[in-house]
């Protein structure tokens, strides 16, 4: 790792905050300028080069990495559906409770990513459930690529000629053989705010898979669009409408740079307690943190857990106007370039958490440490689940607490009294 650590140790020069806004633009980044710990921000590129048999590296005790080695087990958003849908069906087989269905045999509490067909392997079935419901609206996304490039809505299967190379056929060929693509039933209730589309960006920190201990961020934010919302077939094309990504809102002529279209998850739990309810709105941020613990526990059993790794990945999540959160994608590498002067000091505590967390003040990166973390170094973080405490409380190991969201409280200023802590949930 030699061209690595000249790298890292160049950088250790500059000031903090030009690391911050050009973490995207480097392989390689110390977080802590003020000294040569071996604790090294890698791209999703280089973290396989790290951990490639062929490359020759060996970590040590004393280096600690942002990522785990097969992290697209649930940052893609073809394997994150896979994932999900094979962890329903192994539930299911085991009678779990969670796999309760309604009358129309849909799943009561795992119901959180939209129906979902891989292209073009599930072209056939997708097509299927088309032509059963034909006034549909779906939307398309390139599974490898991220800040909305490539992302397209449809209506009529005649919108999906133009990707396929022979139209004659029922096989649904994408433009070139690497690209594989999802296409998601379109949420098109979305809760509007100024009848205008946002979602959530939630942080959430991994430092193990097994057992699963995550943290959630409090901090998070909702991105908005800067053109009111409009399910017309005729707004289809118009992403201001429908995409909530920074990187193209940024681009119309009605972004606002001094907020940059962006509310604190603290203003919109506000704004739902006073237009909603407290009780309803509690539920909804249950149910939120419910559906993420779930989705890390689908990809658990698959992911490389090397204990040097660790992950904070940012979750996308759209609220529908029924107040029912659903699920659209992880980012292995949420964006830390700053857009406004509050998102800068957010991501800055953001980053300064994230290191206390993995690397507990005053003391030297150790990866043979047990990563139970004290309350004093959570900072702006709560934990979200910690699976050796579930295994050492006895309420959850009664099938009957093994409920659905909204059946417990949260931590971290959100906790509720007489509700169990959402770190034991099972």
């Not at 990513?113 to 059963?132: C, G, H, S, W």
Request: charged content about 25%; proline content about 5%; aromatic content about 12%.
């Amino acid at each position: 790792m030699s061209k690595q650590t000249i790298r890292l140790k160049y950088a250790c020069d500059q000031d903090k905050s030009v690391l911050i806004n050009n973490f995207e633009a480097r392989g390689w980044i110390p977080v802590n300028p003020d000294d040569d710990w071996n604790f090294y921000w890698a791209n999703v590129q280089s973290i396989r080069s790290v951990f490639s048999v062929d490359s020759g590296f060996r970590l040590q005790d004393d280096q600690v990495v942002n990522h785990f080695p097969n992290h697209m087990e649930l940052t893609r958003k073809d394997l994150m559906v896979k994932n999900i849908k094979r962890y329903r069906k192994e539930l299911d087989k085991e009678n779990s409770p969670l796999t309760e269905r309604d009358e129309n045999g849909r799943f009561v509490h795992l119901d959180f990513i939209p129906q979902t067909y891989m292209l073009p392997a599930d072209y056939n079935l997708f097509v299927e459930e088309f032509r059963k419901n034909p006034n549909t609206t779906w939307i398309m996304k390139p599974c490898g690529k991220a800040r909305g490039i490539g992302i397209f809505l449809v209506n009529k299967l005649s919108q999906l000629k133009k990707w396929s190379r022979d139209s004659k056929t029922s096989n649904f060929v994408p433009p070139t053989s690497k690209d594989t693509y999802v296409i998601s039933k379109y949420i098109d209730n979305p809760l509007l705010i100024g009848g205008k589309k946002f979602d959530l960006r939630l942080y959430v920190l991994v430092t193990s898979f097994r057992p699963l201990k995550c943290y959630m961020f409090k901090l998070g934010f909702c991105r908005f669009c800067t053109v009111k919302y409009n399910a017309n077939v005729n707004e289809l094309d118009n992403m201001f409408v429908h995409l909530t990504n920074v990187s193209i809102q940024k681009t119309g002529d009605d972004y606002n740079a001094v907020h940059g279209g962006k509310w604190t998850v603290q203003n919109l739990r506000l704004y739902l307690e006073s237009t909603r309810g407290k009780e309803v709105t509690d539920k909804l941020f249950d149910e939120i943190d419910w559906q993420i613990v779930h989705s890390l526990k689908a990809v658990s059993g698959v992911i490389s857990n090397d204990r040097h790794c660790f992950e904070c990945y940012g979750y996308d999540i759209i609220i529908d106007d029924n107040l029912k959160p659903w699920l659209i994608e992880v980012n292995a590498s949420p964006s830390l370039t700053s857009t406004t002067s509050s998102d800068r000091i957010m991501k800055y505590k953001l980053m300064n958490d994230v290191i206390n967390i993995v690397i507990p003040p005053g003391e030297a990166p150790d990866v043979r440490w047990n990563k139970t973390v004290s309350r004093d170094h959570l900072g702006n973080f709560y934990v979200l689940y910690d699976e050796d405490l579930a295994q050492s409380d006895p309420i959850t190991l009664d099938p009957k607490n093994k409920l659905g969201p909204g059946a417990l409280g949260m931590r971290g200023g959100r906790e509720q009294k007489g509700r169990p802590s959402p770190a034991t949930w099972k």
